[in-house]
């Protein structure tokens, strides 16, 4: 393929008609149920830009929701992929195993935070790595409860629908749910700063608010398990105050809680480290349980759960599994993810765009009241709009603002639990020109609304 040229270009508007004609077919075709947020279909992808089937040029600040970290069609993914497809494609790594399952779980155990003896599973979705992380997690303790937080994301199944907090869309009309779940309050510092400026900068406290929770509500006899995104996703973002996952790691510890972390989102490099966890604490933290997905193949679908090895071997033997996890396409995917992160420095490369959208974000919110946070780490950072002088969510503005972004030829993505944030989750292949270009198109737009 003809590499793809790397400048935003807008030959027709947006959605252009070949689009419009697959919406068409998309909406006699496809379940209603499905929710589409740009409806321009793509024809290629790569470096930071994605080019539809009109031949529109447009920048990439979403990465198909975090997947594609290391770029689209990444080279060594791609060779990878082809040389593996012309090998074999399925076996089931349960009826006639394969080496590069086994070569994937030993990269995992080795670049995931932690430092004793530690195993791992694939699947396939996130919400698949997060369903069985539960499963393992109660397997160990045999205790029955689990908890999850405030805003947090975890998928879509039913187990992930009852540890995700956000109603519409997610599990509006789906239920029942699977019991034994409870929620306790995260730690939210902009809105935690609203009410109490302490608890918005000392994490213990945060921390004591979530135990306190805990220990009344559930009992730490009944706890399995407790998950969390050490840096939240569709909630909005949302990066703890400083203390409060080691706190909750340590009260884990001392009271036989598995802690899982699902980095699904957060993972492989995306946030300047490889992992967000190594952000936490003097050391980083180390959790029992790690769940990852999305960036881990390059865009094929691949997750999985690493964790302690005496927690992740005590489900009984053909427990986990599943007929496509750790497919061995997937599985040469990841292996040469991971080298393309280690080899291409893309965890430095995370952090440079830190700095870069910080450095722009930052001037943009002296300027206008209606920003009223800018959080984040590396290349997953996001913009909380509220209404001018208030704090008050301002979910029609950030809709407007990615709809007309859209029309702009800038793909960017909304999340938080009030719909009022916009996130920005940039390829790490992306230029720093592109990148820029992408800002300024986002600044002017909103100075215009
Ligand atoms: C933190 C987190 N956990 C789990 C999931 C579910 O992953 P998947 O959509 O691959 O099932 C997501 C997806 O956005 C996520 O962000």
């Known amino acids: ?79 990878a992929v082809r040389e593996q497809v012309a ?29 004793g003896e530690k195993r791992s599973v694939l699947f396939n979705p996130g919400a698949e790595a997060v369903e069985n992380s539960i499963k393992i997690a109660r397997s160990y303790p045999r205790k029955p409860a689990v908890a999850a937080f405030d805003h947090a994301y975890h998928g879509r199944t039913n187990m992930t629908m009852a540890l995700t907090a956000k109603s519409m869309p997610y599990k509006s009309g789906f239920g029942p749910f699977a019991p034994e779940i409870y929620r306790a309050p995260m730690s939210y510092p902009y809105r935690d700063g609203l009410l109490d400026k302490e608890l918005a900068t000392d994490g213990e406290l945060a921390a004591a608010r979530a135990i306190g929770v805990l220990e009344k509500q559930i009992g730490a006899a009944n706890l399995a398990a407790v998950i969390i995104e050490p840096i939240q996703g569709e909630g909005g973002f949302i990066v703890p105050a400083e203390g409060f996952l080691p706190a909750l790691v340590d009260w884990c510890h001392k009271n036989d809680v598995v ?86 420095g893309l965890i430095e490369r995370a952090q440079h765009i830190e700095r870069l959208i910080f450095d722009v974000l930052l001037r943009m919110q002296a300027g206008d009241d209606r920003i009223g946070d800018v959080r984040g780490r590396g290349a997953m950072i996001a913009v909380e709009l509220v209404k001018s002088g208030t704090s008050d969510p301002d979910a029609e503005l950030t809709n407007k603002l990615v709809t007309a972004a859209g029309a702009a030829g800038i793909i960017v993505l909304t999340c938080g639990m009030f719909g009022n944030v916009i996130r ?26």
């Open 87 to 115: 090998e074999f494609t399925h076996t089931c790594f349960m009826v006639t195993p394969y080496e590069s399952y086994i070569a994937v779980a030993e990269e995992l155990n080795r670049i995931t935070p932690g430092s």
């Open 259 to 344: 802690f899982i972390a699902d980095e699904v989102q957060s993972g492989f490099a995306r946030t300047g480290a490889m992992f967000a966890c190594e952000h936490e604490g003097p050391n980083g933290l180390e959790p029992d349980l790690i769940c990852t997905a999305k960036g881990i193949a390059g865009g094929l679908p691949l997750s999985a759960v690493t964790g302690r090895a005496e927690i992740m071997d005590a489900p009984h033997v053909s427990g986990l599994g599943g007929t496509f996890g750790g497919n061995p396409v997937a599985c040469a995917a990841a292996l040469a993810s991971i080298e393309t992160i280690e080899s291409d």
């Open 424 to 449: 920005l989750l940039p390829p790490l292949t992306i230029s720093d020109e592109l990148l820029i270009e992408g800002l300024e198109v986002l600044r002017l737009l909103l100075a215009d609304l």
């Open 1 to 79: 393929m003809a590499s793809l040229e790397q400048s935003r270009q807008l030959v027709t508007e947006i959605p252009g008609p070949l689009s419009l004609e697959l919406n068409k077919r998309r909406a006699s075709a496809v379940s209603h149920g499905v929710g589409i947020s740009l409806p321009v279909f793509v024809a290629r992808a790569g470096g930071g830009i994605v080019e539809d089937v009109d031949g529109n040029r447009l920048i990439d600040l979403g990465s198909g929701i975090a997947v594609t970290t290391i770029g689209n069609s990444a080279p060594r993914v791609v060779d």
